[in-house]
């Protein structure tokens, strides 16, 4: 138990703490444990100040002997900290206990929502951050955890909703409104979606550039050089440059180096980011101009490009299977290569590896391997190719872009542009896609793609497929 003592130094740590005096307030803690080690306070107290400096293991002992004195906001704090230790299953096991004997307390509920969430456990996930917002009507943190919940299950409509009631009550998170973004623009909704996708700035998802020079808002150029620059990925890259032809102005267009000779001809200048600039009056990032080009435009495809493969008889179709290693979602949108045998065994097929990166295929697969330079290099063979199969890579954007047959293997959560509920994708005609049923199940998926290569390499191709 807490003495009247114990309380003002417990308050005293806290406000250490507040003021980012960790070492001061881990220092009050211990005297007052060496001195009443009942006190479940100070235990909890001591526990956050541990884990704020990074110490979840030693943080995780405090909380539970907090929690030993049955101190009532450690147990959500415990759950968190083995959490962050990576002990999910643990977590949710001491949340689920937490929430049982406080059913009223908020941060239990909200930290069983993390460890479920962490554990792929979407539909437990939504319903325990809703049992948080019961005891906390309208608690920011909450909202926008359920709103990513809710669009990571595939509900970007209801997870629009929180993100919406989570900046009603703090207008200014930059943050939630990118994530606010990104559910209207999966569900379809682009004029408010690229409204709020503007906030990817104050959000920190792409540093801002170019100080003092205006950015572009769709006024005449009047004679002014513009300046277009990719942001993010490749394959977002891929996806906008399709606005930079309609600009009719003089342009220069900044791109990753592996684009720029694709690129040539989209604008009066391509350059490679990186090097020198030329003049510019104006500036505007790649992914702004779809808010000022409302609609899914789709002009044809982005370039011609002139296949380096002889013609043959044979069904030729392009493989993809694994994205960037860097990038967060990889670890669901790419499939381990083993998984793609069954493709294998269709006859009258030829597989070309299209795979720049990624895991390995191994050295007795059977695909045609291509010196892959950059995007025109990956072009050029794929001119010559009567399908690609992908993941959702950059690969899958370049065949959309240039307006070839692919199937996209879609993950359970996938990206934003690939709307919910949908087989194919306004951004790109001939692209569709073949969706997980479930988080992880890519078996079922190849088994369909399986049986419809199969039906398609029955009709030898005459020419390459429209």
């Known amino acids: 138990m807490c003495d009247d003592f114990s ?7 806290v406000e250490l703490a507040q003021k980012g005096q960790f070492s001061s307030a881990e220092a009050v803690f211990r ?82 929502g993390m460890a479920l969430f962490e554990a792929g456990r979407l539909g437990e996930a939504v319903a325990a951050y809703r049992q948080a917002l019961v005891s906390k009507p309208g ?81 005449d150029l009047g004679g002014r050089t513009l300046l277009v620059w990719a942001e993010q990925g490749f394959g977002d890259s891929l996806n906008f440059a399709r606005y930079v032809p309609r600009l009719r102005a003089r342009v220069v267009f900044e791109v990753q180096k592996p684009l720029v000779r694709l690129f040539q001809g989209l604008a009066g200048q391509v350059v490679a980011q990186g090097g020198p600039l030329p003049a510019f009056d104006l500036h505007i990032p790649l992914m702004s101009l779809p808010r000022l080009f409302p609609g899914t435009p789709w002009d ?19 493989l993809v299977w694994s994205g960037n290693p860097n990038q967060k979602n990889n670890h669901n949108r790419s499939i381990p290569f083993g998984r793609l045998a069954p493709l294998f065994a269709v006859p009258g097929v030829e597989f070309h590896s299209l795979q720049v990166g990624g895991e390995p295929m191994g050295a007795g697969a059977p695909l045609v391997r291509h010196d892959l330079g950059d995007f025109l290099d990956t072009a050029r063979v794929m001119a010559g190719l009567d399908l690609v199969i992908s993941v959702d890579t950059s690969v899958a954007h370049l065949a959309g872009a240039l307006g070839r047959p692919v199937w996209l293997l879609a993950c359970f959560a996938p990206d934003w542009r690939y709307i919910a509920g949908r087989d194919d ?3 790109y005609p001939s692209m569709r896609l073949f969706r997980q049923a479930a988080p992880g199940e890519w078996e079922p998926v190849v088994e369909r ?18």
Not at 7 to 13: I, N, Q
Not at 182 to 192: E, H, I, R, S, V
Not at 454 to 459: I, M, N
């Open 7 to 13: 309380v003002t130094e417990v308050k005293r740590a």
């Open 31 to 112: 005297e007052l444990l060496a001195e009443s080690g009942d006190c479940g306070a100070a235990w909890n107290g001591l526990g956050v100040v541990l884990q704020r400096q990074g110490r979840a293991g030693e943080a995780l002992a405090a909380y539970q002997r907090a929690v030993d004195t049955g101190y009532g906001a450690a147990f959500g704090n415990l759950g968190a900290a083995l959490i962050q230790l990576g002990r999910v299953d643990d977590a949710v096991a001491a949340l689920r206990s937490a929430v049982l004997r406080f059913p009223g307390l908020a941060d239990a509920h909200y930290n069983l």
């Open 300 to 318: 044809g495809p982005l370039a011609e490009v002139t296949s380096c493969l002889a013609p043959a008889s044979t069904l030729r179709v392009g």
């Open 139 to 219: 608690w920011p943190l909450a909202l926008n955890n359920l709103g990513i919940a809710l669009r990571e299950g595939g509900d970007p409509v209801a997870a629009a909703a929180a993100y919406t009631e989570a900046l009603e009550a703090n207008p200014g998170d930059a943050a939630v409104r990118y994530n606010r973004a990104l559910a209207l623009l999966q569900a379809g909704d682009f004029a408010n979606g690229w409204l709020d996708h503007e906030a990817r700035f104050a959000a920190g998802i792409t540093p801002p550039r170019f100080a003092g020079i205006p950015v572009w808002q769709g006024e």
């Open 449 to 466: 793609v399986r049986s419809e290569l199969e039906s398609l390499a029955r009709s030898p191709p005459t020419g390459r497929l429209a």
């Open 425 to 427: 994708v306004p951004w």
